[in-house]
């Protein structure tokens, strides 16, 4: 009897040139795949809910896979960990119908990045968070914020690449920062992003925080007529998935 199988893990991303599979990298995808494979014995195709670049984190991310193996669907993550390196956490897993895709049965994914606005930020947190010492203007963040809300073609917000012929209208379901102490915390929920979207957004914020950017000159980002890229992309170390909802 086949299954479909929804694994849930977070990973550290630390130490990976990303979550997809490249040839004599270290992937996430790799270590999982070879995970499940040790577990069911069979060749498995891992589907994953979306990508993390290098450096990047994830606190849950899903991939999905067909098995005909006997053991329990709830039981393979704890069959799974053991074969996993101490960066990645299988937390849960479950059957899900067989025309269940992680991919394209997404509705949502809620990105968080973390910026560090203390005076000195402790060795330990180098590679989990970005560090800015120059003081912010909180409301324009909030206005930045609530611009990038909506239905835009954020063409501008990724990595350039002129070869690459894709659809680059997103939506942005929520757009909102907490303080979190020391931390300053911003979020984005969205079906999908581009790639470096979020990041970029953030570079992009944090320029019109520190007033280097005008509001008028942020909203031309959006302009058709407008070839001028957003700001560089912040640290791939603040970023994190933080939730993922089918």
């Not at 990973?11 to 795949?33: I, P």
């Not at 330990?124 to 809300?149: A, H, M, T």
Request: proline share 2%; with cysteine; net charge neutral.
């Amino acid at each position: 009897m086949i299954r479909n199988v929804l694994l849930e893990t977070s990973y550290d991303g630390t130490d990976f040139a990303g979550f997809q599979y490249q040839k004599d990298e270290r992937s996430v995808e790799e270590e999982l795949r070879n995970a499940i494979r040790k577990v069911t014995g069979e060749d498995n195709r891992i589907v994953s809910c979306g990508r993390t670049d290098s450096g990047v984190h994830a606190r849950s991310h899903f991939v999905n896979f067909l098995t005909a193996s006997n053991i329990s669907p709830k039981a393979f993550s704890f069959h799974i960990q053991p074969h996993l390196p101490d960066d990645i956490l299988a937390l849960s897993s479950k059957e899900v119908s067989l025309d269940f895709h992680a991919r394209f049965s997404c509705k949502s994914k809620l990105y968080k990045y973390v910026i560090y606005r203390g005076r000195l930020m402790h060795p330990v947190f180098r590679n989990y968070k970005e560090e800015i010492s120059y003081p912010l203007d909180l409301k324009r963040l909030e206005e930045g914020l609530k611009i990038l809300e909506g239905e835009h073609d954020f063409r501008l917000f990724m990595r350039e690449d002129k070869k690459l012929k894709i659809n680059t209208v997103r939506k942005i379901d929520e757009a909102y920062f907490e303080e979190e102490g020391d931390d300053l915390a911003i979020y984005f929920k969205g079906e999908s992003f581009l790639h470096n979207q979020v990041r970029i957004m953030v570079g992009s914020l944090i320029e019109l925080s520190r007033r280097r950017l005008s509001l008028d000159d942020y909203r031309k980002f959006f302009d058709k007529d407008n070839n001028k890229r957003a700001n560089p992309a912040l640290g791939a170390q603040g970023l994190y998935l933080r939730r993922v909802e089918f």
